[in-house]
């Protein structure tokens, strides 16, 4: 097998080369004041939240999928004696 049709082979030599290339790479003489530090560092942050709120986002409509429709307002304190007393369609929310 020549070594030109081996992926590996070309795999190595597109690594080497951009070693290389990047190695050789001229000085940038750029400047770049606080405020333009600060800029990026909020981009970064602003990133980071966009990506955490889609992770959670997305995390909970997976987690209703797989566990079922479970209502979060859900009243645990209901008994059978409310249900006697004609309260089923109570909606208040208990905070305790």
Request: proline content about 4%; aromatic content about 12%.
């Amino acid at each position: 097998m020549k070594p030109g049709n081996n992926p590996n082979f070309k795999r190595s030599a597109i690594f080497v080369i951009a070693i290389a290339l990047g190695s050789f790479a001229p000085s940038a003489f750029a400047y770049l004041d606080p405020s333009t530090g600060s800029m990026i560092l909020s981009a970064i942050v602003g990133l980071f939240a966009t990506v955490g709120l889609a992770v959670k986002t997305y995390w909970y409509k997976l987690k209703s999928l797989l566990g079922g429709n479970k209502s979060v307002f859900a009243d645990t304190n209901f008994t059978a004696a409310n249900a006697e007393d004609g309260n089923s369609t109570d909606t208040s929310f208990s905070g305790s």
